[in-house]
């Protein structure tokens, strides 16, 4: 084992650039390998400009002027473990001893043309259009097995190579862009044998809409919008990460009513999402009872978040220094009464499931991710927790209200779809007792921070009364110089990772998003294996990924 | 199954009766129309334009008071919290939906515009609306809240109205999100797949001008910028309300 070359941080604190080790490539890489073969997991790996910014992306072979970033999250001590790396045109590819950081690699060849070598399988990630103009940040083609990658100036996702099997009998599946609901677009390539999958690609990208390229300029008039349409229906939760994240890079304090309010939101989000999904298993099984009763459920938790905010998303809700409105006694009496009723409804419509022969028969062992192949993969969130892995940031890296008042994590052991519903239930469970224990105990005070460090003219004043509270408080003002925060949150599909790098001027030098549907849709496609390819809108349903989230 | 029967009592009936009976309790704090009054409105001041995130407010030249433009607009209230004077206030009124680009433009003097449709196509569609959406591109919020009047508190269907597998079954596209680039030629495909005649809807920020995503390389700024669009729904994403209220009026059936 060799010397520690890593610096340890914490979940949502800055520390200054300078500290962070540099190191050479392989020196990096030897690094990333025993972090992750000690037990620790990628939460964020990327490339960005080095400081200097003399160089750009043309640059020649081994001049690249690139820096290379990670972050490693060891949930035995719950810390973080960072470490840089300066980087030419290419470095020794890490995938092929930790499968974990595949799409990070891929992600880090398409973004900024940085090869790493060995990697078995470098084919775009979101496949960003090249065309005269557009994209600037964009390097050139590069060449390679994946020729369209690149070269051909509008190509789309699905036009690219896949993984192939040939025999007699085999044949191919392509599924989407564009699918039969009202869903969001992707391209799925199964090979198949019968109507055994063997393999299934998944080619993303259709959603990207350069929202993470865009972030990167900020802090600015448009971040926090940015960040709560990362993925919409995970608003909250990416809020909160940038928020966490702004607030590092600022000394800015929580007031507690607002981290209260914030705890609040990021469970009402999880319980939406947990019951909209439990409703859809339900349906894609044919059992339309729960779906129709969980479908009406979901809103009415939806409206309890627009009680909150006016929006049944939660957007105009979390902002820096806490939360941007406050509400009145009589609404929390209210959103209390409502938490009663939702747990009632929520019980009556999902404990159905459990003692129904013909849904339990499609639950049961279909779309098994073994607990091996989850921690190769690096899966995260429900999907993790499915396999038998306690991992959850709430409690291995907690922040905000986590630090106070726990939630205990839900997990099963059997890996299939029933153990990714099941553990969706007893986290409904879980959070609508958490939301109705912090309704009783909201503290009194601010909800915002009155007063944010070096954020003089941005704050309105704030008259009494609720609905002159409505409104938003942006924040453009520079953040410390050279620092870097890396904020988690455990958003209801998993963890989310927001990493802000500033530069000599207080604004963004990189800002890293990291959905967690980023990590798992490797999941699914595993999942998929050995299965029917009539299970695959099931299989899909139980891990619910998002698209916008990885494409960003 | 008795299981199944008694949690189909306690759950009880819950479509609602809009439009018919009064429309569901919209939250206190719902941003619905804009309403500016520009006699309060300091001239010379663009608090408001600045503090817009997508330069959905303009001044008007020569006028006191300003303009504001709904299908940029994410209602995020920042205009309404930066100006002191009270210019810009949004109320609660959930009919945002127009047949015209130009008359999702809000004005003091403007009133909200009818919602058209040419009789023939009303005889066509106003009975049975089968749709294909397509997202392209957005956050998923607007897909979200589509897929909400598909549950039984809305119960789409008893309008005839339904979300189809296919485009070849489709009389139109409701299409959500900015259209990427990387969508655009899915987008085109669906579009050409859809018989004659056909409608657009385009629902929310994003379809209508790009959203927050306004802009960049990446996106199209809008299904308009591709295809004719006949009905925009505005909202970051717009309340389940709203789009079936724009849908119901585009038919004549409300």
């Known amino acids: ?80 473990a960072v470490v840089s790396a300066d980087v030419g045109r290419e470095y020794a590819a890490i995938t092929p001893e930790c499968p974990q950081v595949h799409l990070f690699e891929r992600e880090i060849f398409e973004q900024w043309n940085i090869r790493p070598i060995g990697h078995p399988w470098l084919k775009p990630v979101r496949s960003p259009m090249r ?76 959603q990207h809409r350069g929202v993470e390229r865009a972030m990167r300029s900020g802090p600015g008039p448009r971040s926090i919008h940015y960040a709560e349409t990362l993925a919409g229906d995970t608003t909250a939760a990416h809020a909160a990460a940038y928020c966490r994240a702004i607030e590092a890079l600022s000394a800015t304090r929580v007031t507690a009513r607002g981290q209260f309010l ?54 105009g809700l979390l902002r820096p220094g806490g939360v941007a409105l406050d509400i009145e006694a009589r609404v929390v009496e209210q959103l209390r ?114 007063r944010i460090k070096g954020d003089s003219p941005h704050l309105p004043e704030r008259p009494g009364g609720c609905c002159a509270q409505m409104g938003t408080v942006p924040f453009y003002s520079p953040l410390a ?37 980023f990590h798992n ?8 294996r050995d299965q029917q390819v009539s299970d695959f809108p099931l299989c899909n349903k139980s891990f619910n990924l998002s698209y916008c989230g990885h494409d960003l | 199954m008795f299981d199944v029967l008694l949690a189909r009592w306690k759950q009880g009936h819950r479509t609602m009766r809009y439009p018919a009976g009064p429309p569901p309790e919209l939250p206190e704090r719902f941003a619905g129309r804009p309403v500016i009054d520009a006699a309060r409105c300091p001239s010379d001041c663009g608090q408001c334009v600045a503090a817009c995130p997508t330069g959905a407010i303009g001044l008007i030249q020569g006028e006191r008071g300003v303009q504001l433009d709904m299908g940029r607009c994410l209602f995020c209230r920042a205009c309404e919290t930066s100006c002191g004077a009270g210019t810009i206030a949004f109320s609660r009124d959930y009919r945002l939906a127009a047949t015209r680009r130009e008359d999702l433009i809000v004005r003091d003097t403007v009133r909200q515009a009818a919602i058209t449709l040419d009789a023939a196509s009303r005889r066509l569609f106003g009975h049975s609306l089968k749709l294909r959406q397509v997202s392209a591109g957005g956050c998923n919020a607007c897909e979200a809240d589509t897929n909400v009047l598909g549950t039984v508190a809305w119960d789409l269907g008893r309008f005839g109205i339904q979300f189809v597998a296919s485009p070849r079954h489709a009389d139109g596209l409701l299409i959500t999100g900015p259209v990427t680039k990387n969508m655009r030629t899915a987008v085109e495909k669906t579009y050409q797949a859809v018989p004659w005649p056909k409608l657009v809807i385009a629902v929310g920020a994003c379809a209508i001008a790009g959203g927050p995503y306004i802009g960049h390389a990446e996106v199209h ?24 209220e724009g849908l119901l009026a585009l038919l004549g059936r409300r």
């Open chain 1, 131 to 206: 065309g005269k103009g557009d994209s600037p940040h964009l390097c050139e083609a590069p060449s390679g097995p994946f020729r369209q990658m690149g070269t051909v100036p509008f190509s789309t996702p699905e036009a690219t190579e896949f993984f192939q099997m040939s025999g007699e009998e085999v044949h191919e599946v392509a599924v989407g862009p564009v699918h039969a609901g009202i869903i969001e677009p992707g391209h799925f390539r199964f090979q198949c044998h019968g109507e055994t999958v063997y393999h299934l690609e998944i080619a993303l990208g259709y």
């Open chain 1, 337 to 450: 009464q409502r938490v009663d009723t939702v747990a009632r409804d929520a019980r009556s419509a999902v404990e159905l499931l459990w003692n129904v022969p013909t849904v339990m028969a499609r639950f049961d062992g279909v779309g098994i991710v073994p607990p091996e192949t989850c921690e190769q993969l690096g899966l995260v969130g429900v999907a993790a927790r499915a396999c038998g892995m306690p991992c959850d940031v709430r409690h291995d890296f907690p922040y905000g209200l986590y630090r106070f008042t726990h939630i205990p994590v839900s997990t099963w052991h059997t890996g299939d779809v029933f153990a990714r519903a099941y553990v969706r239930w007893l986290e409904v469970q879980r959070s609508l007792a958490f939301i109705a224990e912090q309704l009783d105990g909201l503290p009194a005070g601010p909800v915002i921070e009155p």
């Open chain 2, 221 to 244: 700024d809008g299904a308009a910028s591709l295809l004719p669009v006949d009905l925009f729904v505005p909202g970051c994403p717009p309340h389940p309300l709203t789009i079936l």
């Open chain 1, 262 to 315: 914030r705890g609040i939101a990021l469970e009402l989000e999880r319980v939406a999402n947990h019951i909209g999904d439990l409703g859809a298993l339900a349906g894609d099984v044919g059992f339309l009872p729960t779906l129709s009763y969980c479908g009406r459920i979901r809103g009415d938790v939806l409206n309890m978040t627009a009680q909150l905010c006016g929006n049944r998303f939660g957007r």
């Open chain 1, 481 to 517: 110089a050279q620092q870097a925060v890396v904020a988690l949150i455990e958003g209801w599909r998993g963890e989310i990772c927001h990493v802000a790098l500033t530069g000599p001027d207080g604004r963004f030098a990189a800002y890293k998003v990291v959905d967690p549907s």
């Open chain 1, 1 to 80: 084992m060799s010397t520690v070359r890593t610096l340890t941080v914490y979940n949502g604190r800055a520390f200054r650039l300078a500290d962070c080790p540099l190191l050479g490539a392989d020196e990096f890489r030897q690094e990333v390998i025993e972090g992750i073969a000690a037990g620790a997991r990628p939460a964020a790996f990327f490339a960005y400009p080095q400081p200097s910014g003399a160089c750009t992306p043309h640059a020649p072979r081994g001049d690249c002027g690139m820096r290379l970033f990670a972050a490693l999250a060891r949930a035995k001590t719950g810390d973080l």
């Open chain 1, 521 to 528: 849709w490797s999941g699914l496609a595993f999942a998929l």
